[in-house]
């Protein structure tokens, strides 16, 4: 549920940060790559936890 969040919640505050910063590109590049990366490592962690869960029943 959390990921649907975020990725629902990912366009508006896009669209806030360029409003709130104009002369920063930075900022916008890094809300969107951000993502890109954070997603998939949560994937990740959250299918090894429960691999770590199921070994020890």
């Given at each position: 549920m959390s990921l649907t969040i975020i990725a629902r919640n990912s366009p508006v505050s896009l669209a806030i940060a360029i409003?709130?910063?104009?002369?920063?590109?930075?900022?916008a590049?890094?809300?969107?790559?951000?993502?890109?990366?954070?997603?998939?490592?949560?994937?990740?962690?959250?299918q090894l936890l429960l691999m770590f869960r199921k070994d020890e029943n």
């Open positions: 409003i709130a910063f104009p002369d920063q590109p930075l900022t590049l890094a809300l969107v790559i951000g993502p890109l990366i954070e997603l998939p490592l949560l994937e990740i962690v959250s």
